[in-house]
């Protein structure tokens, strides 16, 4: 049965049918953090976005796509979630013991672009026939052809929906128009959350932010009303507020293997930034098992407030 916090989370999108919302309920109603609003997610989709050497080779069980999904179910993560290939490979073993999540766009890196563009490869029947609770999507708001990305991501939108599914948007700022620290900048950030919003998102994934404004017009906004940026608290606060203050289940990135305690330190403010949580891939399924076990462990326990 919901709790309070996950029926007042599913209230947020009362534009959604019924079969929609179940399936936000199963991940919100699934694993160690089930009915406290807060959510931990294992992607594995670097093997498609970085290579498998650089995907896997720390840690060589990575290699086999049941690694991960044991991973997840043993770590008590909502969800899992990865391209077609991962998500066929265990679908069938592990049926109803986590809900999944299909990445349905992917991108190499094998062709150096300063504008990148993912392709579909994937589609909503395909997360329909492997017992999906939601698809994926990626987003490079700032990429030369952002807009093309902006009209599949609104089929996907629709299509997803209609079939009872929940939509995640990965909404990462890239392109020729961005310098390179300006993809992480707050202001760029916070945008790349609210255009993600607008889409349509349930959920939307971000990378944390650091304290630069990239844009110029944006800085004046920032300065003129004195909008909070100094910690990463502060960052996550207004990346939240930024998706409909509040009213969107906005999760973060744990981005590129880190030492532990950075990890749990950006976990603390994610929580004390009123974020919903965590989707962290290569910061777990890069450490040792019993390692990644323990991390996961943690950062749960500092969502649900059993450590601070």
Known sequence: MATERVKEMLSWYRSDNPGTLTNLSRLLNHGRL???GKLVILPVDQGFEHGPARSFAPNPPGYDPRYH???????????????????????????GDIPLILKVNSHDVLYDEKDPMGAMTASVEDALRLGCVAVGYTIYPGTADRRFLYEQLQGLVLEAKEAGLAVVVWSYPRGSGLSK??????DVTAYAAQIAAQMGAHIIKVKLSTDLVEQAEAKKAYEKYQIPIGTLADRVRHVVQSAFNGRRIVIFSGGARSDTETVLN????IRDGGGFGSIIGRNSFQRPRAEALDLLGS???IYSG???
């Open 34 to 36: 089930a009915g406290t």
């Open 69 to 95: 999904a044991e991973l997840a179910i043993a770590s008590g993560c909502n969800g899992y979630a990865a391209p077609l290939g991962f998500i066929e490979a265990v679908a069938a073993d592990y049926a």
């Open 181 to 186: 620290a300006g993809e992480s900048a707050v």
């Open 266 to 269: 950006e976990a603390r403010a």
């Open 299 to 301: 950062i749960m326990k």
């Open 306 to 308: 059993e450590t601070v």
